[in-house]
């Protein structure tokens, strides 16, 4: 069945519930060995933190949070996958209703908070996992740790994850855990990046491997914020930076319904704000840390516009729900377009 005949009976259904049911039937198709013959991978070699991708699009964070669909996922076309959020403990995340479309903007809000069930579940996922390419893993803090420990949270899920991941994604953006986002704060982040480079350094004596950092920031950033952030992250020499996470904007979804819900803004409506973020962290570090540009991407057009940005790579999540899987080899198509036009 073709997502063009499938989304009007998922978008029938409560957003979480259409969720599920997506991955028990990506799951079913996956099983049955029909998802690498319709969506072959497309190779557009590309290098990004140190890490050479087939090609430049890739998931991005919280469509797989505990990593349970990995071979799947490893079929619809994707250059490198990004799971998680994942945090120490379990948590059940916010109260329900939590996500919400707002189909004439193309846009998504969502209050998650993190819902996951812990570091040990995941890694439990990756090691039945066949998948032997890029994997990224986007680590949290839970909900009941206070932001002053925060760090504790960090280090306990890099020690855990490192040997897993291709690289490893610090999340101090989320809108949906209280206080999570005044982390990028310049005292707080300088704090926060020297607990976790020293952890990082540790490991990677340990294990005989390096495993890239990096941080996924908010599109909610004055000049003066992504002065600061510049500055720390080039001071700690973190590998990656990934542009952005949702928004607190309520920009291009006003009137719709559900727009006055609370949570962070998705799809579309955010593409804007976050590829103006992306160029102006560009502006300041492209020249030493690897950019990726995420954030209302659904069409291959829009990929190639974060790439002229400053991005090295890109990832989906929102046009997926929108679009379907075929937007992965449309934007692998554009971007190759463009690199050889």
């Not at 994942?86 to 939590?98: L, S, Y």
């Not at 890029?134 to 040997?163: H, M, Q, S, W």
């Amino acid at each position: 069945m073709s997502y063009a005949l499938l989304r009007p009976i998922l978008f029938s259904m409560d957003p979480e519930q259409a969720h599920e049911k997506t991955f028990e039937i990506l799951q079913a198709a996956n099983n049955a060995h029909l998802l690498g013959f319709v969506y072959a991978k497309q190779a557009l070699p590309t290098e990004c933190m140190g890490i050479t991708l087939p090609n430049p699009v890739g998931l991005a964070a919280g469509l797989d949070k505990n990593g349970a669909y990995i071979d799947a996922l490893s079929e619809l076309g994707f250059g490198y996958l990004e799971i998680g959020t994942v945090t120490p403990k379990p948590q059940d995340g916010n109260d329900k209703p939590r996500l919400f479309r707002i189909k004439e903007a193309h846009g998504i809000i969502n209050r998650m908070g993190f819902n996951n069930h812990g570091v040990d579940a995941m890694i439990d996922n990756i090691e039945r996992a066949k998948y032997q390419g890029v994997l990224g893993i986007n680590i949290g803090k839970n909900a009941v740790t206070p932001v002053e420990n925060a760090l504790d949270d960090y280090v306990y899920c890099l020690e855990r994850v490192y040997p897993y991941a291709s690289y490893i994604t610090i999340n101090i953006s989320s809108p949906n855990t209280k206080n999570l986002r005044s982390l990028q704060s310049a005292d707080a982040l300088s704090a926060l990046l020297d607990g976790i480079k020293n952890c990082q350094i540790r490991l990677a004596n340990q294990y005989g491997f390096y495993v890239p950092l990096a941080l996924k920031i908010a599109p909610d950033l004055d000049l003066h914020q992504i002065d600061e952030i510049s500055r720390t992250v080039l001071a700690f020499e973190i590998d990656g930076l990934i542009a952005t996470n949702t928004t607190l904007s309520r920009t291009g979804v006003e009137g719709f319904r559900h727009s006055d819900e609370t949570g962070g803004l998705s799809g579309r409506p955010v593409n804007h704000q976050s590829t103006l973020i992306l160029s102006q962290f560009a502006d300041r570090i492209a020249h030493k840390v690897d950019l990726i540009g995420v954030g209302g991407i659904e069409t291959g057009e829009l990929a190639v516009k974060k790439i002229h940005a400053g991005a090295k790579a890109v990832q989906l999540y929102s046009g997926l729900i929108y679009k379907g899987p075929g937007l992965v080899m449309d934007c692998v198509q554009a971007l190759t377009g463009d690199r050889h036009g």
